[in-house]
């Protein structure tokens, strides 16, 4: 609860000063901004040292391991903005008591339409076909011998039925796919078919990555699940690239076991710029980008600012991942 004392928050994401104290200015003297003087350990450990906020560094970079929860003694929330939580010990943040939050939802339809859009992408063949006009070729026989195929006559697996995957699986819906989805618990509000794992990749002619990785994910579909799924099947990761790993994605793609990949994320980021897979013809390449538009950004401003309000004015937090208390209160 607040004491007339300013919170000190911890800004680490990699974005100008003046934006980060600007985010928090309508906050007033009620928050006492924290920049980190270097985009390394000690200057990490350094800002967290009086920290009792923290709102993470969507990157990965300064990691919130257990090496920064020991740096941190007056430690009380952890804000990510953005939906995975990967780079905090969740362990070690719930043995020191400590919530974090994500910002589920706010980037929800931004990664959804990224999925749709490399969905059509990869069933025409579009980046292969702009890639050949570019180099002065005119290859409308070779762009049919690839295999076109419209959305509509294809069925389409969700893995993870978040607000990412809820939200694919409905403009999917939309076009007429049949959709089917498979998640750790049934939702019965869903828009698709429940199946379990298995059976949801051997019917999944698109297959779209929308789960958190955690130890139980990591490497889930690996050589042995992907081989079940239907022989050129697409696919769209928007996930975490460790729970596909790349190298098991790039050997179903040169069997042909894979018809084409979309990768908007990788097992490291940014891949070698000699990694097999930014030469691959079947691959669709982002820049871990697919949430990256101008609504969705603003989106998740609103929902750090509303949970560091919410802080400040002593209500609980929304969107607390590990299970601590939402109501935050000063060590």
């Given amino acids: 609860m607040n004491d007339g004392r300013p919170w000190r928050l911890a800004a680490l994401p990699p974005l100008g000063e003046e934006i980060i104290r600007g985010m928090f200015a309508p906050l007033g003297d009620a928050v006492e901004v924290i920049v980190p003087k270097s985009r390394d350990e000690a200057g990490l450990h350094a800002a967290l040292a009086d920290a009792e906020l923290v709102v993470g560094d969507f990157t990965g970079a300064l990691a919130m391991d257990a090496a920064a929860v020991r740096a941190a003694p007056r430690l009380a929330f952890v804000q990510m903005p953005q939906v ?3 780079s905090c010990d969740l362990d070690a943040l719930t043995a020191a008591g400590v919530p974090v939050a994500n910002t589920a939802g706010a980037n929800a339809r931004s990664v959804a339409e990224w999925a749709v859009g490399a969905a059509f992408a990869l069933c025409r063949h579009l980046a292969w076909g702009d890639r050949r006009m570019r180099e002065g070729a005119w290859s409308q026989s070779e762009l049919l011998a690839r295999g076109t195929r419209e959305i509509r006559s294809l069925r ?4 993870g039925y978040g607000a990412i995957g809820a939200e694919a699986a409905g403009l999917f819906a939309a076009l007429g796919c049949p959709v089917s989805y498979w ?3 049934r939702r019965p509000e869903a828009v698709a078919e429940y199946r379990e794992l298995d059976d949801l990749l051997a019917t999944s002619d698109v297959l779209v990555l929308a789960l958190p990785l955690t130890p139980e994910t990591a490497g889930l579909l690996g050589p042995r699940r992907l081989a079940m799924l239907p022989r050129g099947a697409l696919l769209i990761n928007v996930a975490r690239g460790g729970i596909a790993p790349d190298d098991a994605v790039l050997a179903a793609l040169e069997s042909g076991r894979l018809g084409g990949a979309a990768l908007d994320v990788f097992e490291s980021e940014p891949p070698p710029a000699d ?4 030469r691959n013809e079947n691959v669709l390449l982002s820049p871990h980008a697919a949430g ?5 950004q603003f989106g998740i401003v609103r929902v750090v600012q509303d949970n560091i309000t919410a802080v400040v004015e002593g209500r609980p937090v929304r969107n607390v991942v590990n299970g601590v208390d939402a109501r935050i209160r000063r060590r």
């Fill in 275 to 278: 990694h097999p897979l930014r």
């Fill in 183 to 185: 998640s750790r618990r």
């Fill in 156 to 159: 389409v697996g969700v893995l």
């Fill in 292 to 296: 990256a538009t101008r609504e969705a």
């Fill in 84 to 86: 995975g939580v990967d």
